[in-house]
């Protein structure tokens, strides 16, 4: 390890009024750590968010996000769907998210808190 590099192990002990090593290093770490702060917003969803997809089986799971297991089964996506969100309404809202039968994300909708404290005026 060179002594430039031993010195700027710490920015700390560094005692030039413009170091660009210092920048550099500053400059990463606040790089990192707002990618790491918009990764964890990115994958963060709430618990009783829902997604609609298909079963090895040919039937359409209702399921929570947190959970292992399905809530509900059925026969079509149309009845998943409808399911989901009156169940997302008694829980207070949150996203739903439907998978086409090749599972990929094929929709995504917002369902609105069953009892909202505060309704829109008009």
Known sequence: ???LARMHSKPSSCRAITCF???FVSYKELVYNSVATTHRRATMSK???RTISRRADGTWENKRND???ASSVHDTQAEAQKAARE???KQGG????TKGVDGRIRDKDTVAPGNDPSPPKG
Do not use: H, N, P, Y
């Open 1 to 3: 390890m060179t002594t």
């Open 47 to 49: 618990d009783q968010d």
């Open 94 to 97: 949150g996203e739903l998210t």
């Open 87 to 89: 169940m997302l309404k």
């Open 21 to 23: 090593l210092c920048d």
């Open 67 to 69: 959970a292992s297991r």
